[in-house]
């Protein structure tokens, strides 16, 4: 036997022993790089599955656990390009096209990322993260009513999808359909997605449909989790103040100037709020400060010196609801409560000149008879008196006082059974004082049908 036969054939059964090892060892390295990717060392994963692949080139598996390692390292175009090997050896797997479609999105290739999702939803019916991938893009993509469909497709096939439900919620209040939305967004907290952001949807969504309350509740656990700003303080209490609850607005919007001291509107909308409860001084205050945050605001002007008027500062008032004027010189309001002002002063004249005043800018202004009548009366002018009730009641009929207060002036001038009329109508008109008047000089004359 010649001294090179023994050597070759070794070589031979060395190299055929390769061959049928290969896959073998192929396998071993690749088991070594799948513990390497759960331990997150992905680059050192990539160079193991590089290995295994360099033993056997025709196993999908390694190919994706490499583009899995190459997607957490955001190499991206790697990571496609071995999916794409990985379907061309296995094309039966809807993993390998959702896989895929997830790095499309990531590289903002989103027409390619939705025709992968597509493709695995195609390949296997029920496989709800296809959906919601789809859904989530299209949702991006202002894509609303599409988005709806996947993730109510996504919630067919799991019901217990929170997340699915919070974006199909979001879709929905972009369509416009918000009680949709608050019913989404609530199956999503009920599900325990206790998520900031479902109640900041939420409380929009509610806000929107006029459920204040239930914006409040929101606002309250937003609250809660965050410890609260200023915004969310102002919006709970203006929430408060629409349902005109207005000691706990107060509450809120003091919460919201302590975060923000100069928040104008906190301010101005306590001070509404402090009016309403007859809390005058506080009022006051509020409105006076706003009144240097912004001094060209009709509003506040007349408000503050509305304020100053309820607590008898009638000095102040005129000042203010002067100034009121002086920015719009046909304010309507200042000028009927300028003539309360001087009214409440005994400067009647003056009261009847500025109610006067109104009745030029409005002619059927039922307010301002009433009071120019009553000044009227004041100075003993009944039949004057007289003609203006009239004029009040002429443009609004169920103007209790101004009934009671002809009967009086009636009275004055001993018109007995039209004074007793009057009377009779204003207490049918709900003004109870009327029953004392009618009592007194009414026994003779009856109501008539």
């Not at 193991?48 to 656990?65: H, L, P, Q, R």
């Not at 975060?259 to 001070?271: I, K, L, P, T």
């Not at 001038?413 to 109870?432: I, P």
Request: proline share 1%.
């Amino acid at each position: 036997m010649k001294k090179w036969f023994i050597p070759v054939l070794v070589l031979i059964v060395i190299v055929v022993l390769f061959f049928i090892m290969k896959p073998r060892f192929g396998r071993q390295i690749y088991q070594k790089a799948e513990l390497l990717y759960d331990s997150a060392q992905f680059s050192q994963a990539v160079d193991k599955y590089s290995s295994a692949i360099w033993f056997d080139n025709d196993v999908s598996e390694y190919y994706t656990g490499r583009a899995l390692a190459y997607d957490s390292i955001g190499n991206y175009n790697r990571a496609i390009s071995d999916y794409s090997k990985a379907i061309k050896l296995d094309s039966s797997r809807h993993q390998l096209y959702y896989f895929r479609g997830l790095t499309y999105e990531n590289k903002n290739e989103i027409d390619s990322a939705l025709s992968d999702f597509a493709t695995a939803i195609r390949l296997k019916k029920d496989f709800k993260m296809g959906y919601y991938r789809k859904g989530f893009i299209e949702l991006r993509e202002k894509e609303y009513k599409k988005a709806i469909k996947d993730f109510t497709k996504v919630v067919a096939l799991d019901s217990t999808f929170a997340d699915a439900y919070f974006k199909r919620g979001a879709a929905y209040r972009e369509t416009g359909e918000k009680q949709k939305a608050i019913s989404d967004y609530s199956k999503a907290l009920n599900l325990g997605m206790k998520n900031l952001d479902v109640y900041q949807q939420r409380v929009k969504a509610r806000a929107a449909m006029n459920d204040y309350r239930g914006a409040i509740e929101d606002y309250s656990r937003i609250i809660e989790m965050t410890g609260g700003n200023a915004k969310l303080y102002y919006q709970k209490g203006y929430l408060h103040y629409l349902l005109k609850d207005f000691k706990q607005a107060i509450k809120d919007f003091t919460n919201c100037l302590e975060f923000d001291a100069e928040h104008r509107d906190a301010s101005y909308y306590r001070a509404h709020s402090y009016a309403q409860t007859k809390q005058y001084a506080e009022a006051i205050e509020d409105f006076r400060k706003v009144s240097t945050q912004d001094p060209d605001n009709i509003k506040v002007w007349y408000n503050l010196g509305l304020s100053e008027l309820h607590a008898g500062k009638f000095d102040a008032a005129i000042k203010d609801l002067n100034k009121t004027i002086s920015l719009d010189k046909n304010h309507k309001k200042a000028n009927l409560m300028l003539g309360l002002a001087y009214a409440n002063k005994g400067e009647i004249q003056k009261s009847i000149d500025y109610f006067s005043d109104v009745i030029r800018l409005d002619p059927a202004y039922s307010d301002a008879y009433y009071y120019r009548g009553k000044s009227k009366a004041l100075q003993g002018k009944h039949e004057a008196a007289i003609k203006d009730y009239a004029a009040s009641i002429k443009y609004d009929s169920t103007y209790a006082r101004a009934f009671y207060d002809r009967g009086i002036s009636k009275i004055n001038l001993n018109q007995f059974n039209s004074g007793c009329q009057d009377f009779y109508k204003a207490l049918d008109l709900g003004f109870e004082k009327a029953k004392e008047m009618i009592i007194t000089y009414c026994k003779n004359h009856p109501k008539k049908e």
